[in-house]
């Protein structure tokens, strides 16, 4: 069981688990039932609230692999297409890929130019000139390729290092676009309530200047009483229906 367990954790293309055959409809139904009776206070789309051991230990095998694993500590490491990785590891550099670095550490000049922009765009036309470099080797002696091929890997290598270097300010700049989206949008939210209230306050002084005189009506007596009382809904449905349109 153990060999098995290994082989697939192993395998470049691992196939699933066999365990996600038991996350069927009935066992998630049941799973959450006694997720009620055991932490009511537990939180909405879970599977189950924490369990101690000898809670594991009572669920039916069928619904101990419903249970959701504790989190990897920081220590840890995990396997993804037969790579174990450490989830607390530090970046690798140019040493740890055994490349030689090509480009001067402090690349960032006080003078305010981007040099890292410099160095890489030289890294680029150099790929460009080893690949003729290359071709022409290629043509002269087939088997003489692979000092050529090692000089363009230390290139790329370098030219994605610098890249990399990249990252945080793409991540400032992204979340200033983002932001200034959103403020964009709470701007135009304003001003479309702004000219929607406008637009109303327009509206009802229109209706107040229109609207009959109530001392009138009182006056003209109980014969004017239903003319009045249709006047006034006939002005309520036509301010109705203008707030429709708005």
Known sequence: MDEEEERLNSSLLPLPPPFYKHFTPENVERMKQLKEEIGPDSKEGGLSPQLSTSQLLSLPPELRFLV???PPAED???RVFNEVTLLDRPSETLQDWGYEQLYPSN????SGEDSSAHYLQALVRSVLLKFLELLGVMSLNP???QGKLEEMATLVANA???INEYRPHQARETL????KEQLDKKKAEVAEIKRMKTKIE???AGFEKTAPDTAEIVEAGDTAAL???EKRKESQRRMWQALDEL
Do not use: C, F, R, V
């Open 176 to 179: 200033i676009n983002m932001m």
């Open 160 to 162: 994605h290092t610098l």
């Open 227 to 229: 003319p009045a009382g």
């Open 202 to 204: 327009e509206t009802l």
């Open 143 to 145: 088997d003489d390729w």
């Open 68 to 70: 959701p694993p504790e």
């Open 76 to 78: 840890e490491s995990y």
């Open 107 to 110: 690349s960032t000049p006080t």
